[in-house]
């Protein structure tokens, strides 16, 4: 099978074209958003690549082998056929699924009646002979004695089949999911209300508005293998599908992609210039406004933030803000932006105290578990040094520890009453599962998916890590909203920062 189809297959089964809902759609309860699916009462989550894509692979073989249009004349034949024979008295009492471990509980006369008229067409034994590759083939002896003995090649068709119908949406796997109901619609025992919904299937794909037809196609081969019509065979199925897919991964090897390349896409020596150039601008006008001696607690924090964003942002862009930090980076900012934010708009002295107050009180926690919990002190921290920031207002001995946050608020409410939602929800939720190791971060920056379709897309480590996405226009975003708050608080720094193009040569 081809690289390109791998990576389409790939593309196409990672790529979520359902509509999830709005988030005022989702039910909260306690601490959780329920999803609107989930809210329906007795939902059965089934899956069409896990459960009953291995069941319809003959089906996929087929449509991949021969043109589409020929095979769906094939399938309309056979299915008319069989489901006949499934009306008359004869086998009146059987549901035709014609699916591979379908077929494998159906009686002598429905299996053989089948597969004599299946391989009646010409080239069928060709189309169909990478089934023959399964040791765990339900009805082995049956499917083996028309297909022969498996050749080079027959691994890459049975990928290039599954390949096609991963996503249970697409029109392959549409194709399939319409073979597995026709023969049941024949049957007489699928009743539909109307002529004009018959011919949806009979006349599929030629009748009426696609567009509606293939999602009833679909809905309805899914209900057909809820577990209300048998819990017994639908975990008997199960068995055989866990079979294929453990069967196909051992017998055949990971495709790992190519790592994607990644470039600095700014004059990074350039702007990390301008970063400590704007420090620089920024002290010296601190330096020249400062008419006191004594403790500042607004005037040396609004500061501080604006200090400390150009300090992150400085370690960041100096190291192409692509690697992991920038996550963490984007983070801080974000936080920065909103507790600067929230006592600007708070406008209250006794908040910028307790934020200061709260900081030396955590250093002053610091210190004391230095004494008391920590038998190795970490090489990041130095015990006078702590000691001296907890010392640095008033004495350890008469500072308080606040355990909770200083301001009685977590930050998403903060941002709420600061009018920086925006923000928080932009920069600080998503990033907040990079710092806190969350699972999607995880599997976003070292895992990327094993392109053999035969191994369900499962992830597979990364060559290196994802490194892909640049931060640098959000980074420098957000150190001049920080910048801008200073205006606000009555200080007219007019500091900038701005990413350095590259020169094009010429």
């Given at each position: 099978m081809s690289q390109k189809r791998a990576e389409q297959s790939a593309k196409r089964k990672k790529s979520n074209k359902a509509k999830h809902g709005r988030i005022t759609a989702?039910?909260?309860?306690?601490?959780k958003l329920i999803a609107p699916m989930n809210q329906m009462k007795n939902m059965s989550p089934m899956s069409w690549m896990n459960d009953r894509l291995?069941?319809?692979?003959?089906?996929?073989?087929?449509?991949?082998?021969?043109?589409?249009?020929?095979?769906?004349?094939?399938?309309?034949?056979?299915c008319s056929e069989i489901g006949n024979l499934c009306y008359e008295k004869k086998l009146s009492d059987e549901l035709p699924k014609l699916s591979?471990?379908?077929?494998?509980?159906?009686?002598?006369?429905?299996?053989?009646?089948f597969i004599e008229r299946l391989f009646s067409f010409p080239n069928v034994d060709y189309y169909l002979r990478p089934l023959a590759l399964l040791d765990c083939l339900p009805a082995t002896s049956m499917w083996k004695s028309k297909l022969g003995e498996p050749e080079d090649g027959d691994w890459e068709?049975?990928?290039?089949?599954?390949?096609?119908?991963?996503?249970?949406?697409?029109?392959?796997a549409t194709d399939c999911r319409w073979v597995y109901m026709l023969a049941i619609i024949y049957s007489g025992k699928y009743h539909l209300p109307t002529k004009e919904s018959y011919r949806r299937y009979t006349d599929y794909p030629y009748y009426d508005d696609q567009k509606s037809v293939?999602?009833?196609?679909?809905?309805?081969?899914?209900?057909?293998?809820?577990?209300?019509?048998?819990?017994?065979?639908?975990?008997?199925?199960?068995?055989w599908t866990d079979a294929f897919w453990k069967e196909c991964k051992k017998k055949t090897d990971c495709f790992f992609p190519k790592p994607e390349t990644s470039h600095v896409e700014y004059d990074l020596i350039e702007t990390v210039k301008r970063v400590n150039e704007g420090w620089t601008d920024l002290a010296e006008y601190y330096v020249g406004t400062d008419e006191a001696t004594e403790i500042q607690p607004k005037r040396e924090a609004s500061f501080g933030f604006c200090f400390y964003s150009l300090t992150l942002?400085?370690?960041?862009?100096?190291?192409?803000?692509?690697?992991?930090?920038?996550?963490?980076?984007?983070?801080?900012?974000?936080e920065i932006y909103i507790t600067f934010k929230f006592l600007l708009h708070k406008d209250d002295e006794t908040l910028w105290k307790a934020y200061r107050s709260f900081g030396a009180g955590?250093?002053?926690?610091?210190?004391?578990?230095l004494d008391e919990v920590i038998d190795t002190p970490p090489g990041y921290i130095?015990?006078?040094?702590?000691?001296?920031?907890?010392?640095?207002?008033?004495?350890?001995?008469f500072q308080d520890i606040e355990i909770g946050n200083w301001a009685k608020l977590d930050l998403r409410k903060m941002s709420e009453q600061s009018n920086s939602k925006d923000v928080y929800d932009a920069y600080y939720t998503w990033t907040s599962t990079f710092s806190h190791a969350q699972w999607c971060a995880v599997r976003d920056t070292v895992y990327t998916v094993c392109y053999n379709p035969l191994h369900r897309l499962h992830r597979v480590p990364r060559l290196s890590p994802r490194y892909e996405d640049g931060a640098e226009a959000d980074i420098v975003m957000l150190v001049n909203k920080i910048l801008d708050l200073l205006d606000e608080g009555k200080h007219e720094v007019s500091l900038t920062l701005a990413i350095e193009e590259v020169e094009e040569c010429t």
């Open positions: 989702h039910k909260k309860q306690g601490s291995p069941c319809m692979l003959w089906a996929s073989l087929l449509i991949v082998g021969m043109e589409r249009e020929k095979s769906l004349e094939l399938f309309r034949t056979v591979l471990f379908g077929l494998s509980q159906a009686s002598f006369e429905l299996q053989n009646h068709r049975l990928a290039e089949a599954v390949a096609t119908i991963l996503d249970h949406q697409s029109q392959e293939r999602p009833t196609i679909r809905s309805s081969e899914m209900t057909q293998n809820m577990p209300m019509f048998g819990t017994e065979y639908q975990d008997q199925r199960k068995v942002a400085l370690e960041t862009l100096a190291s192409s803000a692509k690697l992991l930090n920038s996550k963490f980076t984007l983070r801080a900012l974000a955590q250093a002053k926690l610091t210190a004391l578990k130095k015990k006078e040094h702590i000691e001296g920031l907890a010392n640095e207002d008033i004495w350890m001995e």
